[in-house]
């Protein structure tokens, strides 16, 4: 059975001693695309180097940059700065061209912690963890929905998925954390 949760508000999903499942608060999200030329006029207007890496993920402050591909770039920050973030881009597109389309309510976010944390992600998602460093994020599937994977912690993941496949990997989520706690 499909999990029914208000996907707009940041909620405890899960939880036993050995893993926590947590619905993270709505961010804004953006979808950046841009050749080779505009990395650096776009990294100033945004305040951080785009990360040029597949799966490289910068920060400053709570303005998160991860690298998709050569030519694209997930954003993530606090809701409050979406028309900081669109202004800025605006204001070169001039003479930097690029498509920044903003996703703020196609995704949602789950967080995985504890003990367990990857022996959870493993029930859904067949790329091996231990290969995916702390700080970095990779696209990935997750029971067959496409997913973006951060792995914030040796025991910390956070999930990006489109919000209409959310009830099916919460309840996969759940069943998990129970199976878990009950080894």
């Known amino acids: ?10 909620c405890t999903l899960a939880k036993s001693s050995a ?9 804004a999200r953006f979808s950046l695309r841009a050749g080779e030329t ?8 945004l305040g951080v180097t785009l990360p040029t890496k597949i799966g490289q ?7 998160e940059v ?3 591909g050569p030519d694209e770039w997930l954003i993530l ?6 028309v900081k973030i669109t202004a800025a881009c605006d204001a070169i597109y001039a003479k930097a061209p690029h498509s920044l389309t903003e996703i703020s309510d196609r995704e949602i976010a ?13 029930i859904g998602c067949p790329r091996d963890l231990d290969l995916l460093p702390t700080g970095e994020a990779r696209r990935t599937i ?8 951060w792995r914030d912690g040796a025991q910390e993941y956070r999930l990006d998925l489109w919000r209409s496949f959310a009830p099916h990997v919460i309840s996969l989520l759940k069943t998990g954390c129970d199976e878990l706690a009950a080894e």
């Open 1 to 10: 059975m499909t999990a029914h949760v208000d996907l707009n508000k940041a």
């Open 142 to 149: 997750f029971d067959g929905v496409s997913a973006v994977l």
């Open 110 to 122: 789950l967080q995985i912690t504890g003990s367990k944390a990857t022996d959870l992600m493993t």
């Open 57 to 63: 993920c910068a920060r400053k402050d709570k303005l």
């Open 19 to 27: 893993v926590s499942v947590e619905l993270l608060a709505p961010v």
């Open 38 to 45: 505009e990395h650096a006029p776009l990294s100033k207007a």
């Open 77 to 82: 920050a606090p809701d409050d700065q979406a």
């Open 66 to 68: 991860l690298c998709l």
